[in-house]
């Protein structure tokens, strides 16, 4: 067998922590994969990985070969587009894990460009909340809000959002615009109940030395970010949520920011992917892809 191959597969295995996930992703047989990860082994004299019917796990050469296979199929894949002239056509699928609101405030409405750009290139989008396990899980590319732990995925940044206060134009015009944090009392705010706790979240200012947080009273709070930002939009109040969320009532006139100097930094939103696979052309042009998108963003 192709022992390159053979590395490519134990590192999916690895990955996706389980042999016919790999088999599904690499679109290869269970029994293939298992060929592949027994040729390495007897290759090499070493058991690589721990198995039982429930789960898999490496053995301290199994950790030494997956961190040295990395490293080569890294190496054999920039060598292949520094020779080709970085050629080749990204192709195959692309599976991309995504939250709701990054998927259909600013992916969705771009995806006809990245599929022109890459015709023979097909995205399988998992939009949700619920956070799936980036090591464990099948896919190529995750986007994620909030800081992330140490793991041997690679992370690249392409967004810090900000604790941004706004009303709508006309709300302001009838009640005026407040000038400090402290004079939001006198001002109708709108609050966001958090979903784990069931308790209004706190607003958070910041400026130069000065840092509050300060729970608003509200006659009106909500558990819903996107239901909370039409209730602001229509006039009803003041809120604070994350720029990601604000951005597009922002720019249509919507919404108008207040106390902009007072925003705190929020969680910064990041593209994932495995190491191994930092240097695909499907995954390279997609990380690209989004980068740009964000860079875009005022």
Known sequence: MDRLESLRVFCQVVELNSFSRAAEQLEMSNATITNHIAALERHFGVRLLNRTTRKISLTDDGHSCYQRAQRLLGDMSELEDGLQGRRVTPQGILRVDVPTVIARIYLAPA?????????????????????????????????????LKDSSMVARRIYQTRNLCCASPAFLAQHGVPQTPQQLGDFRCLAFIHPNSGQNVPWTFSKGKQELSWAPPANIAINHAETLIHAAASGAGIVQLLTLSLNPQIRAGLLAPVLADWATPGPPVSVVYHQSHQLSAKVRVFVDFVTELFAAID
């Open 111 to 147: 995806l006809s460009r990245f599929a022109e750009l890459y015709p023979e290139l097909s995205i399988r989008l998992n939009v949700g909340d619920r956070m799936v396990d980036m090591v464990e899980g099948r896919g190529d590319v995750w986007i994620r809000i909030g800081e």
